[in-house]
């Protein structure tokens, strides 16, 4: 009767290509979290951005996330980003987090800071919709 089952020289080959597999992919699936992460912030940037557009032609000025008693016909008790028509940016499962300064009745500016240890690299666009920031997409 002949046995059935893997030599041990078949077991060796199999988990080699499996531990080749894993040391390119790890990396590349790093890349595209850090890839996501960056387009999220850039998308909710160009959403405050549009936001803060509407806000201004109505209203004459810019609204301050830091300053919710500009943010007219808002009650108090909501979060200031629904003056300019959005949800709290602040509450995404991405280590982001986001702000508006700079503000004025011609100005503002949006940030998003990376949450990344020690670096926290940001980006940014302010109301000429020009993108700065030190933080490159990966």
Do not use: K
Request: hydrophobic share 40%; aromatic share 10%.
């Amino acid at each position: 009767m002949r046995a059935r089952g893997f030599t041990l020289l078949e077991v060796l080959i199999a988990v080699a290509v499996i531990a080749i597999v894993a040391a390119v992919a790890l990396p590349q699936y790093g890349r595209a979290v850090q890839r996501s992460y960056w387009r999220t912030a850039r998308d909710l940037l160009q959403t405050i951005y549009s936001g803060e557009q509407v806000y201004q032609t109505a209203n004459g000025t810019y609204v301050d996330a830091d300053n919710p008693a500009v943010c007219t016909g808002i009650p108090p008790t909501l979060p200031v980003w629904r003056c300019i028509y959005m949800d709290d940016p602040q509450t995404n499962t991405i280590p982001v987090t986001y702000d508006i300064g700079g503000v004025g009745a011609n100005t503002f500016t949006a940030t998003a800071t990376y949450e990344d240890g020690a670096a926290r690299p940001t980006l940014t666009v302010d109301q000429n919709r020009n993108w700065g920031g030190t933080w490159a997409m990966p």
